[in-house]
C-alpha cells in the first residue's frame, strides 16, 4: 500500500512562488503516473499535473501551463510542483496521487481522478490579491 505525503502548502501573494512535495512510502521500481490534483471551496478536484515516473513525461492543465513544472527525484522517493507567478484562483487544497503499478500515464488522465488509487492528505495552497 502506497502511502503518499505532501508538504510545502503556504499563504503568499500573487505573483509568488511555491514548491509543494509529495514523498512515497516506497520506490517505485514499475512505472507509476504520479499527479498533482487540487480542490477549491465548493469546486470539484482538478487534475494540475502529471509526470510517468518510467521516462519523465509530463502533462499540464491548460489553466497552469507555463506557470507550474512538475518534477520527480526518483532517489528520494519525491514528487514535486514548482508553481510560479501565482494566482489567487490558484488557491485551493493541493494533493499528490499515484496510479500504479505499471501505469501508463498521459495528459488525459488528469480528466479522471478516478483513476488515481493512491492520494496523499492534501496541502493547502492560498494566494491572496
Known amino acids: 500500500q502506497v502511502q503518499l505525503v505532501e508538504s510545502g502548502g503556504d499563504s503568499v501573494q500573487a505573483g509568488g512562488s511555491l514548491r509543494l512535495s509529495c514523498t512515497a512510502s516506497?520506490?517505485?521500481?514499475?512505472?507509476?503516473?504520479m499527479a498533482w490534483f487540487r480542490q477549491a471551496p465548493g469546486k470539484e478536484r482538478e487534475g494540475v499535473a502529471a509526470i510517468s515516473t518510467r521516462g519523465g513525461s509530463t502533462y499540464y492543465a491548460d489553466s497552469v501551463k507555463g506557470r507550474f513544472t512538475i518534477s520527480q527525484d526518483n532517489a528520494k522517493n519525491t514528487l514535486y510542483l514548482h508553481m510560479n507567478s501565482l494566482k489567487p484562483e490558484d488557491t485551493a487544497m493541493y494533493y499528490c496521487?499515484?496510479?500504479?503499478?505499471?501505469?501508463?500515464?498521459?495528459?488525459?488522465?488528469?480528466?479522471?481522478?478516478?483513476?488515481?488509487?493512491?492520494w496523499g492528505q492534501g496541502t493547502q495552497v492560498t494566494v491572496s490579491s
Open positions: 496521487a499515484a496510479r500504479g503499478p505499471n501505469a501508463y500515464c498521459t495528459g488525459g488522465y488528469l480528466q479522471y481522478r478516478a483513476l488515481f488509487g493512491y
Open positions: 516506497e520506490y517505485f521500481y514499475s512505472p507509476y503516473c
